[in-house]
């Protein structure tokens, strides 16, 4: 009869609230983590000022802080999307975190969605701070280019995303804390984020990179008001593969 009469179990939230209740929570925590802040944020900003203060980058028809402005917010995005989001998720697969999380209702898609969703602030949040000190400091952006640089970040962050977890997903944690900060500063320094590519030559094979195909399309979009087609296909693709090689390699524990 007592079991007859057991209390039943509350019914899990509806999937969307679920997503967006741990998206909420991720966002969060990376805003709270001053390492996280430090490089997603603060480092970015000091390039940013450098950059403009230096002059290291020159021409006579674009003033630097137009050129520079975009690939600042190219390293943003891969700071966040990319180092951030993969240094985290490897310790949290290591300590087992993962694998848990993924059991509950919120289940590994929700969990690897409420993960997107968090870039997706977080990258939002950069975008607005960065944004502001650039214009701050003389940024003159094409009005309808703004929409399109906002595409391309979505783009972007979407492609580092998957790859920061493909990464995380696939070595060890300690691997990843070391990887993603390498490969982090290689492509701002020389993979076409934060200053602009020569087309020919090496420059048109650099473009193949995500890194590349996110800084160059960030600098048309701002620069010329028109989106970049072939940055965004470039995107795109890195973003399918890196989902299909999570498909078939990523491991929880």
């Not at 939230?13 to 929570?25: C, D, K, Q, V, W």
């Not at 802040?37 to 802080?65: D, K, M, N, Q, Y």
């Not at 390498?182 to 090496?202: E, N, R, T």
Request: hydrophobic residues 55%; without cysteine; neutral net charge.
């Amino acid at each position: 009869m007592t079991a007859l009469h057991a209390p039943l179990a509350p019914a899990p939230r509806p999937a969307m609230r679920r997503i967006l209740s741990h998206g909420l929570y991720e966002t969060r925590n990376v805003l709270r983590n001053g390492e996280q802040l430090l490089v997603s944020l603060i480092l970015p900003l000091l390039v940013l000022f450098g950059a403009h203060r230096l002059e290291l980058i020159t021409s006579a028809a674009t003033p630097s802080i137009d050129v520079i402005t975009p690939g600042v917010l190219a390293l943003a995005v891969m700071a966040s999307a990319f180092t951030g989001q993969g240094i985290a998720t490897g310790f949290e697969r290591q300590y087992g975190v993962l694998a848990y999380l993924a059991t509950t209702p919120l289940g590994a898609t929700g969990l690897i969605l409420g993960k997107a969703i968090a870039v997706q602030a977080v990258v939002a949040v950069q975008v607005l701070v960065i944004g502001t000190a650039g214009l701050v400091l003389g940024w003159n952006p094409d009005p309808v280019g703004l929409v399109w640089l906002g595409v391309v970040v979505v783009l972007g962050a979407t492609a580092f995303t998957a790859l920061g977890l493909l990464l995380a997903g696939t070595v060890r944690a300690e691997a990843t804390l070391a990887l993603t900060n390498v490969v982090w500063v290689l492509l701002g320094a020389a993979g076409g984020s934060v200053f602009p590519l020569d087309h020919d030559g090496a420059g048109a094979l650099l473009l193949l990179l995500p890194s590349a195909a996110l800084g160059e399309g960030l600098r048309t979009a701002a620069l010329e008001g028109s989106f970049p087609v072939l940055e965004a296909l470039i995107l795109s693709g890195w973003a399918a593969l890196a989902v299909l090689a999570a498909r078939r390699w990523f491991n929880w524990r």
